[in-house]
């Protein structure tokens, strides 16, 4: 009799402690698979929370702390990220289609396999950040810094790259054609197997 008291006592507390975990910021839960989408979230500090598999579709992140977070899988289409904070942040195959990200930091994110069509990723730290296989057709990287990145596979046909630094960068089997590179700086980048068919390299340093 005992032992079950204690047993019901003990998951009753498990429970609480769990429910604890969850906060709501402007009306959004924030957990795992929430759903906020069309939310002002605006300079919100999320840092390191798990959201994979959530909906942020349509919401405003601008300038928010998202370092660390766990945005794996997660929906941010056409999301407001400008001037964020997602250093170290896993993004992986998450969809960030016409996401705005202009000036965010995502220093050592994880952006592999993710979804980036026609984002706006303008003058944005991308340093040492991971897109193996990520779709960034027609985005916007114009002034974005990529140094040291890893691009492997990545798709960034008809993108616009202007004055957008990857030096250092692994951009084997990446695919740039048509892509604009005017300007931009790929010294001691890897090109094993890159394609650059009809791209556009005026002024571009390191490009074939």
Request: glycine residues 10%; hydrophobic residues 45%.
């Amino acid at each position: 009799m005992l032992k079950g008291i204690l047993a019901a006592l003990l998951i009753t507390l498990v429970a609480t402690a769990a429910s604890a975990q969850i906060t709501t910021v402007g009306g959004c839960k924030i957990r795992r698979g929430t759903l906020c989408s069309s939310m002002n979230l605006n300079g919100v500090d999320l840092a390191g929370a798990n959201l994979a598999h959530s909906q942020f579709s349509r919401s405003n992140l601008g300038g928010a702390n998202l370092q660390g977070t766990n945005f794996d899988e997660a929906n941010l289409a056409s999301t407001d990220l400008r001037q964020a904070d997602l250093r170290g942040a896993s993004l992986i195959k998450a969809n960030a289609r016409g996401a705005k990200l202009g000036e965010a930091r995502l220093n050592k994110a994880d952006l592999s396999g993710a979804t980036l069509q026609n984002a706006d990723f303008g003058s944005a730290d991308l340093r040492d950040a991971v897109l193996t296989g990520a779709d960034l057709t027609n985005a916007r990287l114009d002034g974005a810094r990529l140094d040291n990145a890893d691009l492997r596979r990545a798709n960034l046909r008809v993108a616009d790259l202007r004055g957008a630094s990857l030096a250092g960068a692994n951009l084997q089997g990446a695919n740039f054609s048509q892509a604009v590179l005017e300007n931009a700086d790929l010294t001691g980048a890897s090109l094993d197997q890159a394609n650059f068919d009809k791209a556009r390299t005026a002024g571009c340093k390191g490009c074939p």
